[in-house]
């Protein structure tokens, strides 16, 4: 079992930036693949970002490549997601979870949710 509290949402204007906190306890953090979704209000939970189980390895969505980046310090269990240039279409809950396996990028390749932070952008 493993345990994820995100933190780090708010309210920021366009252009504006954020950072996400994913902390983890429960079983070794350092073992797993990592990811951030988001979830819009109607809409279904998409993809952001991904990070191997030592940081070596990312992904991102198309729609967020080049103003995110997605980072871990297995010291401290947290997974974090820079948010810079954020834009309006960028509002959403975000989540972290647990990858099943290392190249996994749809939910339901993920379990161990926690319970999403909400980010929003104002035009």
């Known amino acids: 079992q493993v345990q994820l509290v995100e933190s780090g949402g708010g309210l920021v204007q366009a252009g504006g930036s954020l950072r996400l906190s994913c902390a983890a306890s429960g079983r070794t953090f350092s073992s797993y693949t990592m990811g951030w979704f988001r979830q819009a209000p109607g809409k279904e939970r998409e993809f952001v970002a991904r990070?191997?189980?030592?940081?070596?390895?990312?992904s991102y969505a198309d729609s967020v490549k080049g103003r995110f980046t997605i980072s871990r310090d297995n010291a401290k269990n947290t997974m974090y997601l820079q948010m810079n240039s954020l834009k309006p279409e960028d509002t959403a809950v975000y989540y972290c979870?647990?990858?099943?396996?290392?190249?996994?990028?749809?939910?339901?390749?993920?379990?161990?949710w926690g319970q999403g932070t909400q980010v929003t952008v104002s035009s």
């Open positions: 990070i191997s189980w030592n940081g070596g390895s990312t």
């Open positions: 979870a647990v990858a099943r396996f290392s190249g996994a990028r749809h939910a339901r390749e993920y379990s161990f």
